[in-house]
């Protein structure tokens, strides 16, 4: 898995101050993609190395790191986000995917954000209401005696907010 970029964002997760890591080798390709520069299998390794490295600079800036594609490589984006939680723990963790459905390979409780969805050019982006795309949060569920299990829960809306307010 290789990582192209990064950029410390406000508006891929909602209330985040995130690190977010552009990874390469996309195999959606989305129709009116904006980064099709990460179709192609380009740039520098991403793993518990290299994100160390970003973090030793960014964590005390940040409250989130969000993983910006891999769905060509969905056990190491999970592998990442289990060593991100473990080194990191006042992290959050989301991960953007550019398919419908989840990957069996991805442990939600790797995860606090999740996002479904391949770009669909006439839906628009998240901060559209006619988006087909979906930013989850990961909710942990802990009832005594039982195992704790996680679900996600809709929190696209919060785009739709958020654009309105600064009308985009």
Known sequence: MKFVNTGVVFQEV???VTLSVNIS???CHCMGCHSEYLWDDIGEPLNAMSMG??????????TCVCLMGGDAETKEVNDLAA???SAYPKLKIG???????LSP???LRNFDYVKLGPYVETKGPLNKPTTNQRMYQVVKEKMEGKPT??????ITSKFW??????NI
């Not at 907010?161 to 600064?166: E, L, N, P, S």
């Open 14 to 16: 909602p209330d985040e």
């Open 53 to 62: 490295m970003m973090l030793k600079d960014y964590a005390k800036d940040i």
């Open 95 to 101: 991960w953007y995917s550019g398919r419908r459905e």
């Open 25 to 27: 080798n996309c195999p």
């Open 83 to 85: 060593w991100i939680r």
């Open 149 to 154: 299990t996680y679900k996600l829960n809709d």
């Open 161 to 166: 907010k958020d654009a309105m307010r600064h």
């Open 105 to 107: 390979d991805i442990k």
